[in-house]
C-alpha cells in the first residue's frame, strides 16, 4: 500500500465537532498501535497532535482526540475554532518496518 | 522538543546529488532517532527513512533504495541526507524530524527546498 486513505477535505463551524478517518489495512493501522496525527498551517512544519493512537503531547489541546477501529484511525476536533484549520495527516507503522502517511484532509472552518 | 535547523534552499540539474543537513540542540541526539519526510508541492507527506545516531543503523523508503543516504555527526550533533540522481520529482521541501521511537516525531526542522530542474 502505498499510502493511507483520508478524505480530501472536510469543513465544519466553530463550536462544532468534526471526525477525520483514516482507513489503511491490517498491515498498518490494524496491526499496530502506531497511529499518529499531524497538523500542519501552510507554509509551516507538521505538527504531532496525537502520537500512539489516543495520546497527546504535552502542550497539545484536549480537543483533540484519537481512536481506532479496526484498520481505520479517527482524529475528533471538538469545540472546532478558526486555528484548527489546516491539514491534517495520520500515519501509522507498517509490518514492513516502514511509516506510510495519509494523502491528508484540507480542514475548512466555515 | 529541541530546536532542528536546517540547511538552505538547493537548486540542482536532473542527475546530480543533493545533501541536507539538520543541526539539533537535542542533548540525546544520539540516542533518538533522525527521520527524513518530504514533501513535493502541493502534496502530502512522504516518509523516506531513519538513521540511528548510535553506531548508525539506517531504514529507508523502498522506493528510494540506492538513491538515498543518510549519515550523522555526533560531534555536531548533525544529520545528513543525500539524495543522489536527482529527477524532477524529487522536487520536494525536505523535513527532518525526531523523536525517541521512529513511529511519531516530535520536532521538526524548518525544511528545506530541493527544486530539480534543467
Known amino acids: 500500500q502505498s499510502s493511507l486513505t483520508q478524505p480530501a477535505s472536510v469543513s465544519g463551524s466553530p463550536g462544532q465537532s468534526i471526525t477525520l478517518s483514516c482507513t489503511g489495512s491490517?498491515?498498518?493501522?490494524?496491526?499496530?498501535?502506531?497511529v499518529s496525527w499531524y497538523q500542519q498551517h501552510p507554509g509551516k512544519a507538521p505538527k504531532v497532535i496525537i502520537y500512539?493512537?489516543?495520546y497527546r503531547p504535552s502542550g497539545v489541546s484536549n480537543r483533540f482526540s484519537g481512536s481506532k477501529s479496526g484498520n481505520t484511525a479517527s482524529l475528533t476536533i471538538s469545540a472546532l475554532q478558526a486555528e484548527d484549520e489546516a491539514n491534517y495527516y495520520c500515519?501509522?507503522?507498517?509490518?514492513?518496518?516502514?511509516?506510510?502517511f495519509g494523502g491528508g484532509t484540507k480542514l475548512t472552518v466555515l | 522538543q529541541f530546536q532542528l535547523v536546517q540547511s538552505g534552499t538547493e537548486v540542482k540539474k536532473p542527475g546530480a546529488s543533493v545533501k541536507v543537513s539538520c543541526k539539533t540542540s537535542?542533548?540525546?541526539?544520539?540516542?533518538?532517532?533522525i527521520t527524513w519526510v518530504r514533501q513535493a508541492p502541493g502534496q502530502g507527506l512522504e516518509w523516506m527513512g531513519w538513521?540511528?545516531?548510535?553506531?548508525?543503523?539506517?531504514n529507508y523508503a523502498p522506493k528510494l533504495q540506492g538513491r538515498v543516504s543518510m549519515t550523522t555527526a555526533i560531534s555536531t550533533r548533525t544529520a545528513y541526507m543525500e539524495l543522489q540522481s536527482l529527477r524532477s520529482d524529487d522536487t520536494a521541501v525536505y523535513h527532518c524530524?525526531?523523536?525517541?521511537?521512529?513511529?511519531?516525531?516530535?520536532?521538526w526542522g524548518q525544511g528545506t527546498l530541493v527544486t530539480v530542474s534543467s
Open positions: 537535542d542533548d540525546n541526539f544520539v540516542i533518538n532517532y
Open positions: 500515519s501509522s507503522y507498517t509490518s514492513a518496518h516502514i511509516v506510510l
Open positions: 500512539d493512537v489516543t
Open positions: 491490517s498491515s498498518d493501522i490494524g496491526g499496530f498501535d502506531y
Open positions: 538513521i540511528s545516531p548510535n553506531n548508525g543503523p539506517t
Open positions: 524530524a525526531t523523536g525517541s521511537t521512529v513511529t511519531w516525531f516530535d520536532s
